[in-house]
């Protein structure tokens, strides 16, 4: 069953396309990932579906009921830095957004655990590396227990290590039984995590299917940049 149907979607700001009538079809329990250079649309299309921006035309089908701010809260998602307290620590984070969202605090302690945060939670945000806020972020979004999971280029600014840790927590996150979509303007960052992708291109789908799909001559990223460069730069 397909958890989220983007049909035709459009977001103009003035005369510019951000969004050019964008298709693309998530299926439950599997990781999405929304492929673009920089400038495609990918956090236009995420902020979309989140109900931070207003469509200019076209539908979103969510957990097959049209698109309705109700729905949102079966959604858990990190667009651009997550916003966090210096000052604060992982546990202090986690309790005052269990208490905002009315979920027990019991969950709090799960979350930290399940982003393998136990070692450092009393330690303050302001000592954390990049890839540590990013969990600490996910691991708000998580308290709600969300079907879908959204998340706009989490391995963006992460060492080798930290992306191997962050394709690591996303797989086990689907293996939780999430949906999770996940952006990123490198195919190598989080193509092999995914279960099928979508290449976005200057607002337009280019392609969606297996990653597998994308390879020419048995080469993934010549295929990418093969769907990139036919769509123009694609780089805006
Ligand atoms: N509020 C806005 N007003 C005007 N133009 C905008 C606005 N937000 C985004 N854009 C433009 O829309 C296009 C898509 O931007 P968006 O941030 O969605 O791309 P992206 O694929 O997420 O890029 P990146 O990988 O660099 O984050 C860009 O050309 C951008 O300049």
């Not at 009393?122 to 708000?140: E, N, P």
């Not at 996150?173 to 979508?198: F, K, N, Y």
Request: glycine residues 12%; hydrophobic residues 40%.
């Amino acid at each position: 069953m397909a958890i989220l149907e983007i049909t035709g979607l459009h977001k103009h700001y003035g005369t510019h396309r951000a969004l050019d009538g964008v298709e693309l079809s998530v299926r439950e329990g599997e990781v999405y990932g929304l492929i673009g250079p920089n400038g495609a649309g990918k956090t236009t299309l995420m902020k979309t579906i989140l109900g931070l921006q207003r469509p200019t035309a076209g539908t979103i089908g969510l957990f097959g009921q049209p698109h309705h701010r109700r729905l949102l809260a079966d959604v858990g998602a990190l667009i651009e830095t997550p916003g966090l307290w210096p000052q604060l620590d992982a546990v202090a984070h986690l309790r005052v957004h269990a208490k905002l969202r009315g979920v027990p605090v019991s969950v709090a302690e799960e979350v930290l655990d399940q982003v393998r945060l136990r070692d450092v939670r009393s330690r303050r945000v302001a000592q954390y590396s990049l890839g540590m806020r990013w969990r600490l972020g996910i691991a708000i979004a998580l308290l709600a227990r969300p079907r879908l999971i959204v998340l706009d280029e989490p391995t963006n600014g992460l060492d080798p290590v930290g992306i191997r840790d962050m394709r690591g927590l996303i797989r086990t996150l689907a293996e939780t039984g999430a949906t999770v979509m996940i952006s990123s303007h490198q195919l190598s960052e989080i193509g092999h995590v995914c279960d099928r992708v979508g290449v976005l291109v200057a607002g337009q789908t280019r392609y969606e299917g297996e990653l597998a799909g994308l390879a020419v001559d048995g080469d993934l990223e010549s295929g990418f940049f093969r769907i990139v460069e036919a769509a123009g730069s694609g780089v805006r």
